[in-house]
């Protein structure tokens, strides 16, 4: 290697890894975000049977905290995080549903989760798939949906299910087709919970979109 080649790739390095500057910090998102986009979410896909074996939450649909003082469609001022408070507030939704507080109470990521979270998948089935459990599935958006079950139905021999994200009113039909979802829509079942990652994919999609590039997954 050329000793000029050489200085200038030592030269890079040490400023990735220890310049203090913004320039360096951006870099090193940048390359964190490439390398979790293109190298290891590809090998997790084929590990865990799902071609998205990671999703950022990017909503506040599954929060179990008020947001701009309303929760399930209900304003709630003095509303404070607890699983008994979530289930005063939203409960009667369930248990019309069939759904008891003790149930619920029993389900997977219970307490929800919030925007900026991630969410590692695991490939969804029918004999995988339960009331309770966290759903990832297309819509009529760009970007997947992550809500929980809280129905399976059979009809004509085929299997359907029924989300609803913890913190709206109800299952959205409109836009997400929320009542009736058949396995083709299906992604994969929510796992295991990263809180915070998320935000990384988020901050970076957002200062990407000034410039007319826009990322869908």
Known sequence: MEPQLRKA???????FWNNDSIGSWL???????LLIRYIIYPVLGIVL????????????S????????????????????????????????YEQQGISKEQFGTFPFRDGFDKGDVVILWKAHQDNL??????VFQAKRPQPIIHRVVA????????????????NSDSIE????????????????????????GWL???????????????ER
Not at 152 to 165: D, F, L
Not at 201 to 215: D, H, T
Request: hydrophobic residues 40%; negative net charge.
């Open 62 to 93: 599954m929060e179990h905290s008020t947001f701009n003082g309303v929760i399930c469609g209900k304003t709630i001022p003095e509303y404070k995080e607890s699983f008994d408070n979530y289930w005063q507030a939203c409960g009667n939704w």
């Open 152 to 167: 399976v139905r059979e009809e004509e021999g085929e299997i359907w299910y029924q989300t609803k994200g913890d913190h």
């Open 49 to 60: 049977g799902t071609s998205f074996p990671i999703v950022a939450v990017v909503s506040e």
């Open 9 to 15: 790739i030592k030269k890079a390095w040490k400023y």
């Open 130 to 135: 339960d009331v309770g459990d966290v759903l």
């Open 201 to 215: 994919k988020i901050l970076f999609v957002e200062a990407l979109k000034p410039f007319g590039i826009i990322i």
């Open 27 to 33: 870099l090193n998102i940048i390359v964190a975000f």
């Open 174 to 197: 409109s836009v997400l087709g929320e009542l009736k979802i058949d396995p083709d829509r299906i992604e994969g079942k929510g796992l295991i919970r990263i809180p915070y990652l």
